[in-house]
C-alpha cells in the first residue's frame, strides 16, 4: 500500500518521521513524504519521494492554516483507495483528517507531544483553538501512535479512548563507541537540540560558575540563542559556555559521543513536557554518555532503571548532580549504559509500526471487500 507521510517542517532534522518512513519503506510500502519550505531548504536524499511545499507565511500564525490548505490539496491528488494517510502531531492532523473522510481512507496519527500543552502556546488563545481542533478529531480517531508511555495514557484518559501505540523516538542501536583510555581536559557538558524556553539552559549557564574543570557545549539554534549567549557574557564565562550551532548528524553524534555527561533538564512548564522522553535522551545513551536529567516521569526511569546517570528534582541540584557525574567518569557506567543501549533503540520500536499499519491495511482491504460485495 501507498503511505502518505506528513510533517510541518522542511524534512531535514527529523529523525523520528525519517526511521518511521524507512521502517516502512523497507517493509515493502510505498512511502512518499510531504513537509514545507519552513526552516529553508536544505539539500538532501531519502531512498522514497518527497517533496515540499512552499509557504508564503512568515508567522506560524498563518503558517499552519497555510500549510493545511495546500496539504489537504496535494494529499486530495495524491491519495487513492489503497493509501493510508500518516499525518505526524496537530498541525497536520485537520488536512489529512478532511482527505480521509471525503476519500474514505485510513489514517494514522502519530503525536511526538502534546501539542496543546507546550509551553510555548501555554496560556495563549491559540491554546485554546489548538485544544478545540484535538478534541473534535483525536477521540474519532481508530489508529494513533505516541511518543512515551506517559502521553498514551494522558490521551487514553483525556478523551476515554482507546490507548494509542507507544512508539518511542529512539537511535538505532550500535556498538559501544567509547574509547575509555581518552580523557577531556577540560570535561565536556552537553546539551543538544532546540534552544526554546523552558528547557533549562539558562540555570544551566548560571550553575557553570559552580562547575571547574569543565565546559558546557550547546548543540542547536532557537529562539533563545541570543539571549543566552549575552548572558553568558554577562557572567564572564564566554570561555565556559560554547555555542556550536545547528549541526549535521554525523556531525553531532561524533560530538555526542566525546562528552562526558549529556543533560536534558527540561522545566516543568506544561504537561507536554514533563511526560516526554526526549531524543536526546537515548542519544547520549547510544553513544554511552551518562546522563543528568529533570526527575519527569519518563527520563527517571533511565535513571532508576538503569542507573545510567543521576535526575534531578529542582534546577538547584545542577552543580551537584553534575559534578557526581564527571566524578565517576564515564567508565563507572559502562556496564549500565550498555544495557540501557540495548533497551532503548529503533529495532525494538520499529516492529510497533509494523503491527499497526499490518492492522490498518488490513482492516482497509476489509473494508474494501464489504464496498465490492454491496
Known amino acids: 500500500m501507498k503511505v502518505l507521510v506528513s510533517v510541518f517542517n522542511n524534512l531535514y532534522t527529523d529523525q523520528r518521521v525519517e526511521k518511521v518512513c524507512r521502517t516502512l519503506c523497507e517493509n515493502g510500502y510505498q512511502v512518499e513524504l510531504i513537509g514545507n519550505n519552513w526552516g529553508g531548504l536544505p539539500e538532501m536524499k531519502r531512498p522514497y519521494p518527497f517533496s515540499r511545499i512552499s509557504l508564503q507565511s512568515k508567522t506560524l500564525k498563518s503558517a499552519y492554516p497555510e500549510f493545511n490548505w495546500k496539504l ?24 489529512n483528517w478532511l482527505v480521509s473522510r471525503k476519500k474514505s481512507i485510513p489514517i494514522v496519527f502519530d503525536s511526538h507531544e502534546i501539542f496543546t500543552e507546550m509551553p510555548a502556546i ?11 481542533l484535538q478534541k473534535m478529531i483525536v477521540p474519532k480517531l481508530k489508529w494513533m501512535m505516541t511518543a512515551s508511555e506517559s502521553y498514551a495514557d494522558w490521551f487514553a484518559k483525556t478523551y476515554q479512548m482507546e490507548r494509542p501505540v507507544v512508539v518511542q523516538n529512539f537511535p ?5 563507541p567509547q574509547d575509555y583510555t581518552e580523557h577531556n581536559s577540560p570535561k565536556i557538558i552537553l546539551y543538544q537540540g532546540v534552544i526554546n524556553p523552558s528547557r533549562g539552559l539558562d540555570k544551566m549557564i ?7 574543570g569543565a565546559e558546557f557545549w550547546i548543540c542547536g539554534d532557537g ?6 549567549v549575552a548572558l553568558a557574557k554577562s557572567l564572564s564565562l564566554e570561555g565556559k559556555v560554547k ?23 527540561e522545566e516543568n512548564n506544561g504537561l507536554s513536557y514533563y511526560y516526554s522522553m526526549p531524543n536526546k535522551v537515548s542519544d547520549y545513551i547510544q553513544q554511552r554518555v551518562p546522563v543528568v536529567v529533570s526527575g519527569f516521569p519518563e527520563m527517571r526511569k533511565v535513571v532508576d532503571g538503569f542507573n545510567a546517570g543521576e535526575k534531578i528534582a529542582n534546577h538547584d541540584q545542577l552543580s551537584s548532580k ?10 563507572y557506567y559502562k556496564e549500565q549504559l550498555d544495557a540501557a543501549a540495548s533497551v532503548l533503540c529503533w529495532e525494538n520500536e520499529a516492529p510497533k509500526i509494523l503491527e499497526l499499519f499490518k492492522n490498518v491495511a488490513g482492516h482497509n482491504s476489509e473494508t474494501e471487500s464489504v464496498t465490492l460485495q454491496k
Request: aromatic share 6%.
Open 72 to 95: 489537504y490539496a496535494e494529499l486530495l491528488k495524491k491519495a487513492d483507495e489503497n493509501t493510508i494517510l500518516l499525518a505526524n502531531d496537530l498541525d497536520t492532523l485537520l488536512a
Open 122 to 132: 501555554n496560556g495563549r488563545f491559540t491554546q485554546k483553538i489548538w485544544r478545540a
Open 322 to 331: 553534575i559534578e557526581t557525574v564527571l566524578n565517576h567518569g564515564k567508565y
Open 172 to 176: 538505532l542501536s550500535i556498538a559501544n
Open 243 to 265: 555555542f556550536l550551532g545547528k549541526l549535521l548528524p554525523d556531525k553531532l553524534r561524533e560530538i555526542t559521543r566525546k562528552a562526558d555527561v549529556g543533560l536534558s533538564i
Open 206 to 212: 548560571v550553575a557553570m560558575q559552580n562547575i571547574r
Open 223 to 228: 529562539p533563545r540563542k541570543e539571549e543566552y
